[in-house]
């Protein structure tokens, strides 16, 4: 509102109102004139419990001390303790409609990062649906939490009673980032009683750490090495158990973490452990189905050899007068004595091998021995996979 705007009525030291509720402004310059208002509350009333403009606000602290401010000057107006002072009355009244339109566009800014903080947590737990490995979706975790706002990021795993670092990340900072992972997975951090991750354990939700520098109980490698000012850590709840922590901060430059970051952290790794127990079940059911698939060629295998096996055993050569074993037959098993690696083989192995040593192809084989090409090609491949031969030509 420019000075041309002004009612009459509104004293020329005041600041602008602030905008209603349908217009949008930067939560920054919300937060200046939430600060003017605070001071300016202070000064008409003598009251310096409220905070002053030195102190830092958010939208939800801001939102808290308007409130407070405005209670304030309604006692002071109903009290009429300046009935004698129409212009301190008159700076009374304005001041408090001006504070009902801050709080107004406090609330707005409030629900406008509600609403990001959650389109936020949904596109990065859709990111992470895509990884295809437990290990592959912990490796993204820290990346896509940073995303949310947060500055470094640590992925630890629960063993027993203690949490191992896994992953981590810090932005233009890859040494950093694996030297928590690596100092994390040394010396692993408590969760006894009192110690903040363990009351993130017990009671299964993320704690905001203020002071972590001055904290006893907080790691004392991380927080040396981090310098952490501040930190957040929340619950990885997946199959009804803690399995895992996330740890956050920012850096020294940045706001210090809030109740909202706190409640933000908590909603993600609400929804992580779900894609956890996702992931772990997709990893378990890939696995089931390549072992049923080496099982079912296992049986496939035995079947072949049981179909393919000569149950009369070998033949014992022509009789006198006899044309069997004629130049047309199928060539007879080899006549030497089999040692070393050829002793590995089956006896249809062999017959095989002795056939390749002939220059035969699959079809041909098959044709000699009365099996299929396909039961050629397995019998080949074993014999192959025993001989350690990369290739029919070195096999022979």
Request: glycine fraction near 8%; include cysteine; hydrophobic fraction near 40%.
């Amino acid at each position: 509102m420019s000075t041309g705007d002004r009612p009459a009525s509104l004293p020329h030291d005041l600041p602008d109102a602030l905008p209603d509720g349908r217009n949008e402004e930067p939560a920054v310059l919300l937060l200046q004139r939430a600060r003017r208002l605070l001071d300016l509350v202070a000064a008409l009333t003598n009251e310096r419990d409220l905070p002053s403009g030195g102190m830092t606000l958010d939208l939800r602290s801001a939102d808290d001390s308007l409130r407070a401010a405005a209670r304030l000057v309604v006692r002071r107006i109903a009290r009429r303790e300046c009935e004698t002072d129409d212009a301190a009355g008159t700076k009374l009244a304005v001041v408090l409609l001006q504070l009902g339109d801050a709080r107004a566009a406090l609330k707005d800014a409030e629900l406008a990062r509600r609403s990001a903080t959650v389109s936020a947590v949904q596109e990065g737990l859709q990111r992470l649906r895509s990884a295809g490995s437990v290990d592959q979706l912990a490796g993204l975790v820290p990346q896509v939490v940073h995303e949310l706002g947060f500055h470094r990021v640590l992925l630890s795993r629960l063993h027993g009673s203690r949490w191992i670092a896994r992953s981590a990340f810090a932005p233009d900072d890859a040494v950093l980032a694996d030297a928590m992972v690596r100092v994390g997975a040394a010396s692993p951090g408590r969760l006894d009683s009192g110690w903040p991750e363990g009351d993130v354990v017990r009671r299964r939700t993320p704690v905001l750490v203020p002071d972590a520098q001055g904290n006893p109980r907080v790691h004392p490698q991380l927080k040396t090495l981090t310098g952490s000012r501040d930190y957040i850590s929340a619950p990885l709840i997946a199959g009804g158990e803690v399995v895992g922590l996330l740890h956050v901060d920012r850096s020294a430059r940045a706001r210090p973490l809030a109740d909202h970051d706190r409640d933000l952290l908590g909603l993600f790794a609400e929804g992580l452990g779900f894609v956890f127990e996702r992931t772990v079940c997709q990893e378990q059911l890939i696995g089931l189905k390549r072992r049923l698939e080496e099982q079912a060629r296992s049986v496939s295998d035995l079947m072949d050899g049981y179909l393919d096996a000569d149950l009369l055993g070998p033949p014992i050569g022509p009789q006198v007068g006899s044309t069997v074993g004629s130049a047309a037959g199928p060539r007879p098993a080899p006549p030497f004595p089999v040692s070393g690696p050829l002793a590995t083989l089956t006896r249809r192995e062999l017959e095989v091998l002795w056939h390749l040593a002939d220059g035969e192809s699959n079809h041909q084989i098959g044709a000699r021995l009365f099996i299929s090409a396909g039961t050629v090609k397995t019998h080949v491949k074993h014999l192959l996979n025993k001989l350690g031969a990369a290739n029919r030509a070195e096999a022979v």
